[in-house]
């Protein structure tokens, strides 16, 4: 992504630093617009570097996990496990705006489509999305961000238990065997 603008001659070091530069720029707030944990918390940076931290780490525990497993990521759960990466990304981590939203809204339609199920999933992050951009773009919403933020913390425990191989929110019947 910076060979265009190292062959114009910037510094490569500012490929980098540019990135660093936005966060701080945009860092009013630590949420904007999107249904997160930050809808819950108060507006303190502080807050923001310790989440910082703790999605770093769920993140790790969940490559601890992938890799411990048998089984590999293939097939369908690769994008059960992208959808699920960008919603812990962007309701853990500070600075997110709702525009991060797109790579969910996008992937939660194509997971209903590849499994048929849970059509919450993608009712919850596109409302969510929905009511994110209408802040954005005219001044209001019709529910408050915190009641998207509550039901996208459902849909990332949802997930994350399907992909742990743990059915617990899949709604299917269990089978007695006597």
Same mark, same amino acid.
């Given at each position: 992504?910076?060979?265009?603008? =190292?062959?114009?001659?910037?510094?490569?070091?500012?490929? +980098?630093? &540019? #990135?660093?530069?936005? &966060?701080?720029? #945009?860092?009013?707030?630590?949420? /904007?617009?999107?249904?997160?944990?930050? &809808?819950?918390? *108060?507006?303190?940076?502080?807050?923001?570097?310790?989440?910082?931290?703790?999605?770093?780490?769920?993140?790790?525990?969940?490559?601890? #996990?992938?890799?411990? /497993?048998?089984?590999?990521?293939?097939?369908? $759960?690769?994008?059960?496990?992208?959808?699920?990466?960008?919603?812990?990304?962007?309701? +853990?981590?500070?600075?997110?705006? $709702? /525009?991060?939203?797109?790579?969910?809204?996008?992937?939660?339609?194509?997971? #209903?489509?590849?499994? /048929?199920?849970?059509?919450?999933? *993608?009712?919850?992050?596109? %409302?969510?999305?929905?009511?994110?951009?209408?802040?954005?773009?005219?001044?209001?919403?019709?529910? *408050? %961000?915190?009641? +998207?933020?509550?039901?996208?913390?459902? @849909?990332?425990?949802?997930? =994350?238990?399907?992909?742990?191989?743990?059915?617990?929110?899949?709604?299917?019947? @269990?089978?007695?065997?006597?």
């Amino acid at each position: 992504m910076c060979l265009p603008v =190292l062959i114009m001659g910037m510094p490569l070091i500012n490929c +980098f630093t &540019t #990135y660093l530069e936005q &966060t701080t720029n #945009y860092s009013v707030y630590l949420t /904007r617009n999107l249904a997160n944990i930050y &809808t819950f918390l *108060p507006n303190i940076k502080a807050i923001g570097y310790i989440l910082f931290i703790i999605t770093g780490l769920i993140f790790l525990g969940l490559l601890i #996990y992938f890799i411990k /497993r048998k089984k590999k990521i293939e097939g369908k $759960e690769i994008i059960s496990v992208a959808l699920l990466s960008v919603l812990i990304a962007t309701y +853990f981590l500070p600075f997110m705006h $709702e /525009r991060y939203m797109f790579m969910a809204d996008i992937l939660s339609v194509i997971w #209903y489509f590849l499994y /048929r199920r849970k059509i919450f999933i *993608p009712l919850i992050i596109n %409302l969510s999305s929905l009511a994110g951009y209408s802040i954005y773009l005219f001044g209001f919403n019709c529910l *408050p %961000l915190w009641i +998207f933020s509550g039901l996208m913390l459902i @849909v990332i425990i949802s997930l =994350l238990l399907d992909i742990l191989d743990k059915k617990v929110l899949s709604f299917r019947k @269990v089978k007695n065997s006597v």
